[in-house]
């Protein structure tokens, strides 16, 4: 077997499943019991593949320290932008 | 939304500023900063009206907060007012959101509901119908979606009483033409559209499309 390594983001949860952006404009909806226990939104899962002739095997594991990586860049281009916002109302 | 940002010439940008952690948040929000669009902040414009001409659109920035809020019920909803018409447009709300902005007393009558959630059964609660008593309900939702939406029970309670249901997988584009009056047309489908509602103050005898211009 090879084994190939990816990083999918927890968008949100839809009901009974999640919705796990596997790239950008590649989303996936996973059954929730597919995910490791505590799984939350915003989460990354280091998911490592490993294929094999006749089966394709999934480890899926929270990564918390992407998620803080992560989440600590989002908050920043955020907070960028919104010391450009401008204030009051729209004008067109 | 990365694609909109790309396609045309865009002034501003407008979200609930909640950050995510997912590769498209970061390219589209990327694109704002990079492509010199005016980023603004739900919260800093709630209850403000955009002026479009004759037509004015109220921002409504949900009142859930928190970090361990739903992410779907901080959507912003709008208000679109022209004339005596009045359409309601709420992003992926759910019935949390939805409930709140019932008790703030902010949501009114309205002609033209889109549906909260794609038709979701957690957007749909019979007050919210009972407060903003539409004429007509659009639900934009894809052919053939993985979510199962519409959900069949809130398509039930959209269509209590015989009231317009159109949806974007069955029935195509929708388009909505309002004159300055406030009367309105609804056409729908892929070939050009067809009429499939109408209303407006009584005044309205002339479909919108039909008024003479000078």
Not at chain 2, 105 to 124: E, F, M, Q, T
């Amino acid at each position: 077997m090879t084994d190939r390594h990816e990083v999918w983001i927890v968008d949100r949860f839809e009901g009974e499943y999640a919705v796990v952006e596997r790239a950008l404009h590649e989303t996936l909806n996973l059954p929730r019991a597919l995910l490791p226990a505590g799984t939350r939104e915003g989460d990354a899962l280091r998911v490592t593949v490993s294929a094999g002739d006749d089966e394709v095997r999934l480890a899926i594991a929270r990564d918390a320290q992407e998620t803080k990586l992560r989440a600590t860049e989002a908050r920043r281009i955020l907070g960028d932008l919104k010391k450009r916002d401008p204030g009051g109302k729209i004008e067109l | 939304m990365d694609a909109v940002l790309r396609a045309f010439p865009v002034r501003f940008y407008l979200d609930n500023g909640r950050p995510a952690n997912t590769r498209i948040q970061r390219t589209v929000l990327e694109l704002v900063r990079d492509g010199g669009v005016t980023y603004r902040d739900a919260a800093a414009l709630d209850d403000s009206v955009v002026a479009l001409g004759d037509a004015a659109l109220r921002v409504l920035a949900s009142p859930v907060q928190g970090r361990r809020a739903n992410p779907n019920d901080e959507s912003i909803a709008l208000i679109l007012d022209r004339g005596a018409f009045r359409a309601l447009l709420t992003g992926d709300s759910e019935r949390r959101e939805l409930g709140a902005l019932l008790r703030e007393a902010r949501i009114p009558d309205v002609d033209v509901l889109k549906a909260p959630h794609h038709g979701s059964r957690n957007g749909v609660i019979s007050s919210w119908l009972k407060r903003t008593r539409p004429e007509v309900v659009v639900i934009s939702v894809g052919a053939g979606n993985s979510y199962g939406l519409p959900d069949e029970d809130a398509l039930a309670v959209y269509g209590e009483g015989g009231r317009a249901v159109l949806r974007t997988d069955l029935d195509g584009d929708i388009v909505i033409t309002v004159d300055s009056r406030g009367c309105y047309e609804v056409r729908a489908g892929r070939t050009g559209g067809e009429v499939r509602a109408h209303g407006g103050p009584a005044a309205c005898a002339v479909p919108p499309t039909q008024e003479t211009r000078p």
